[in-house]
């Protein structure tokens, strides 16, 4: 099994940055792929970003691509997703996800840009 704890949500204004964590509670390196989802009031949970170790590969949705970044810090077990030029429809609860013979999900955090 793996805990996943997100942090780093909050309010900010629209065109600033903010970075959410995910704080596995095993090795991040061990895991087959950690993600980011996101869900807007009365919309259904949308992917993000992902990473998958086995390719050392990254993807991301095409409304966050160029502002979003997806990384990990295998030494901290801490999977980040870096979000810059923020704009008022990113605003969800946002939902670190990992695969690791089986399917995970974090709390959630609130990241909410105002206009």
């Known amino acids: 099994q793996v805990q996943l704890v997100e942090s780093g949500g909050g309010l900010v204004q629209a065109g600033g940055s903010l970075r959410l964590s995910c704080a596995a509670s095993?090795?991040?390196?061990?895991?087959?792929?950690v993600g980011w989802y996101r869900q807007a009031p009365g919309k259904q949970r949308e992917f993000v970003a992902g990473?998958?170790?086995?390719?050392?590969?990254?993807n991301y949705a095409d409304s966050v691509k160029g502002r979003f970044t997806i990384s990990r810090d295998n030494a901290k077990n801490t999977a980040y997703l870096q979000m810059n030029s923020l704009k008022p429809e990113d605003t969800a609860v946002y939902y670190c996800?990992?695969?690791?013979?089986?399917?995970?999900w974090g709390q959630g955090t609130q990241v909410t840009v105002s206009s």
């Open positions: 990473y998958t170790t086995s390719s050392d590969s990254t």
């Open positions: 095993r090795s991040i390196g061990s895991i087959n792929y």
């Open positions: 996800y990992a695969v690791s013979s089986g399917a995970y």
